[in-house]
């Protein structure tokens, strides 16, 4: 004999209705933490998407741009998906912000380092990590300082050269008290281009199990001279999204490009 | 994903074989969880048979490392192939385990912080 208390197919229907209004908003409200357009930088060519692969997103970009200061940017991919990995991604980016933003003088590492602190018993508790692209970009200098905590793909194409990836200098945030990053220089000269993805990109797979994989995002990125930040995030979105149909997507996917320019 | 456990000497030896990805991560999840109950505990996982790795496979050897520490233990990988050694080197995770060329020198670095407990 069932012991369960019956309920109604109106009450299922309503529950159900309630709780996707209830994401529907929550996605909203994640939406809205994303940059709606790029700050304008003397001599750079910015843009940046994130596609979540289901209603929330564990991914997150943003950009922090002053008067007088550099700009900083960072990239972020709360390691999951869903629900649990979407909770977490608006904290870390918050305290990514206002590292960024209340340090007296932020540099990328130490963004990261204050960060990892901050993140490391809640990460650890919910069994999870965050990897992170932190850099901050001198328009007068065309330099660009950066560090990088455990984040995968981050792609260097300098102007009629070859891409190349740079890798992480430290470890993912939440995983140890330590994170090794350190800050890292790089001159970016007309042409040159930064791309900073999430692994939703490369780990994309198809129906017959294979990834679009870092090879070919290389060789995709190479082909990109001469674009727009925005038509070059767009061809990748599109590339992998042929790639993989009629699979849905299933990973979030962030694309960030910094492109220098002749101005 | 094919999980297998066994023994060398005091060196529990997780052998997985398939790609450690989304997809089969809550199944190694719940090996590792089972490996690194007891206390001591010293774990091996071999890689040799994972062609591919993501980051939640990533997240579930965090996972696995975490408790081995927790219960005093040692938790090494060993036999990584080309694209799995490539994903630890682009994110830094080298840096957090210990990653063996071969099993026998895993079980030789796992046995003897055993005999020093």
Redesign the interface.
Known sequence: MNSFPLVSQEQVLSDLARLQTEMDLARRVQFSLFPKIPPSIPGLDLWGVSRPASTLSGDFYDFIARPNQPLTFFVGDVCGMGLPAALLMPMARAILRAEANTQPAPTPKSILQSANLILLDDLVEAEMFVTAFVSQYDPSSRELLYANAGHSPVIYCPAGGRTQLLKADGTALGVLRECFSFDQRLLLNPGDMLIVATDGLNEARNSRCEHFGVARLLNLAQRQAGRSAVEISSSLIQEIRDFCAPEPQADDQTVVILRCTDE | MNVKTRFVDNVIILDLEG?L??LSALQVRQAVIDVTKEQPVHVVVNLKGVD?M???G??VL??GL?RARENQGNFCLCSLQSPVR??F?????D??FEIFINEEDAVLAAASQYQSL
């Open positions: 790609s990805d989304r591919r993501d980051s939640s990533l997240s965090v996972l975490r490539m994903i080197e682009l994110t830094r995770f840096k957090v």
